[in-house]
């Protein structure tokens, strides 16, 4: 069985620049989650989507950043303008089911820096 | 926010050697999980806690969880150089998981 797809898996752009993720979740997963990582942190939660409804983007910084399951399986991130403090590790990951019981799935990342 | 604190943040040991690391949270939680990070694999899930239970085993880890105290540990025993990696605690609140920053554990052959 495949696992969470995420593509590219490296980025480097210039500040102001726009950048997009994608990921492709584990089939029959209905929760979605963006993660961003930062060097020598852990994850930190940036949206979640349960189908194609976002459900938790309390933590998405949204003058900048846009998220979209348009069809609740992969799903987009967007950061436009990115900012130099914006380089990180992105990570997607999927579960079946919404409760934190469910373990979660993550992709390998795309690792985002910004000159 | 990262609500866990792993300690310490930086672990070195010698192959066969059992490995211990600490978290502290602040808030109730529902469970609390324990992942891996190393550059081959990304992110993986190691074991899940319930807040109604004290002590979890699988395989070579065995984690507790005292509550009370809001802290948690995870041993993993005979340890092997495939084990260096960083390890995170998340703490699930509602359908929520707050990672903390992760022990560093390096396995020395």
């Known amino acids: 069985e495949a696992g969470v797809v995420q593509s590219p898996r490296y980025k480097i752009i210039e500040k102001k620049q726009p950048v997009a993720f994608w990921c492709n979740p584990i089939?029959?997963?209905?929760?979605l989650y963006w993660y961003r990582q930062n060097l020598g942190q852990g994850p930190e939660l940036l949206i979640r989507y349960e189908n194609e409804e976002a459900v938790d983007d309390s933590q998405l910084p949204k003058d900048r950043f846009s998220a979209e399951r348009l069809k609740g399986v992969d799903s987009t991130l967007k950061i436009q303008p990115a900012e130099l403090g914006d380089s990180a590790v992105y990570l997607c990951a999927s579960s079946l089911g919404a409760g934190s019981y469910n373990e979660q799935f993550f992709g390998p990342g795309t690792r985002l820096t910004v000159l | 926010s990262q609500q866990g604190e792993e300690d310490p943040q930086a672990l070195s040991i010698q192959e066969g050697e059992n490995a211990t690391m600490n978290c502290s949270y602040k808030?109730?939680?529902?469970?609390l999980q324990w992942y891996r990070q190393n550059s081959g694999r990304g992110l993986v899930h190691l074991i899940l806690?319930?807040?109604?239970?004290r002590e979890k085993h699988s395989g070579r880890l065995r984690v507790t969880l005292d509550t009370s105290k809001k802290s948690s540990s995870l041993l993993i025993t005979a340890s092997r150089a495939a084990d260096t990696a960083s390890y995170f605690c998340a703490t699930a609140e509602a359908q929520k998981l707050v990672f903390g920053q992760g022990t560093r554990l390096t396995i020395n052959p």
């Open positions: 089939s029959g997963h209905n929760t």
């Open positions: 806690i319930r807040s109604n239970e």
């Open positions: 808030t109730s939680i529902n469970n």
